[in-house]
């Protein structure tokens, strides 16, 4: 099983600051890594597929980077509504799997 | 617009079968281009994928992938008539109360979620 690790878990931003989420993965996943947004009590959203391929309706604020093992989700322009969980998710293999998540905190 | 809707029992006795449903709108389960899946999410933590199926029109047969850390306790299985997802898991524990969700997986994401169903499993 592929795991994937997180950081940071938690971030306290202030508005228009630029996030930068990382993701790392146990091994090699070429650029099968996806972004999600999880708003309190809400369904997970996908941001971004293939690292860096954007979704379309998803603001243009967002934006992913990296291949192999080292991913990176990137917030320029933070906003308000921003506030949410993000995770990472592989599917170069099964099972499927999930980032930890990262919390971001809106000051 | 695919619409996903879960459904079944909020709480579960340990060592029982916990069933839920998950109802599709807006398109076809057995349309042979997604897989159907269910995902779960325990309280405050992160989200685990339980397995999907892939049913094909064609063949009118659904083939299943497991995690293999729930694969001997979980059966996912469709019901073309009432466009309907299913699991199964057996013999639950307190370790598996959390937030079931159905979606549709297109490679290579996750791209419509239902709303999510808690399941609690005590007695």
């Known amino acids: 099983e592929i795991l994937l690790t997180q950081s940071p878990d938690f971030q306290s931003v202030t508005p228009k600051e630029k996030v930068t989420i990382t993701c790392r993965a146990s091994?090699?996943?070429?650029?099968?890594l996806h972004w999600y947004q999880q708003k309190p009590d809400q369904s997970p959203k996908l941001l971004i597929k293939?690292?860096?391929l954007s979704i379309s309706g998803v603001p243009s604020r967002f934006s992913g980077s990296g291949s192999g093992t080292d991913f990176t989700l990137t917030i320029n322009g933070l906003e308000a509504e921003d506030a949410a969980a993000y995770y990472c998710?592989?599917?170069?293999?099964?099972?499927?799997?999930f980032g930890q998540g990262t919390k971001l905190e809106i000051k | 617009q695919v619409q996903l809707q879960e459904s079944g029992p909020g709480l579960v006795k340990p060592s029982q079968t916990l069933s839920l449903t998950c109802t599709v709108s807006?398109?076809?389960?057995?349309?042979?281009?997604?897989?159907w899946s269910w995902i779960r999410q325990h309280p405050g933590k992160g989200l685990q994928w339980i397995g999907y199926?892939?049913?094909?029109?064609?063949?009118?047969?659904?083939?299943?992938y497991y995690n293999p850390s729930l694969e001997s306790r979980v059966t996912i299985s469709v019901d073309t008539s009432k466009n309907q997802l299913s699991l199964r898991l057996t013999s639950v524990t307190a370790a598996d109360t959390a937030l079931y969700y159905c979606?549709?997986?297109?490679?290579?994401?996750?791209?419509?979620w239902g709303q999510g169903t808690l399941v609690t499993v005590s007695s």
């Open positions: 979606a549709r997986y297109q490679p290579p994401g996750f791209d419509y």
């Open positions: 807006g398109g076809s389960i057995s349309s042979g281009d997604y897989y």
């Open positions: 199926i892939y049913y094909s029109g064609y063949t009118y047969s659904g083939r299943t």
């Open positions: 091994q090699s996943i070429d650029s099968s």
């Open positions: 293939y690292a860096s």
């Open positions: 998710h592989q599917s170069s293999s099964l099972p499927q799997t």
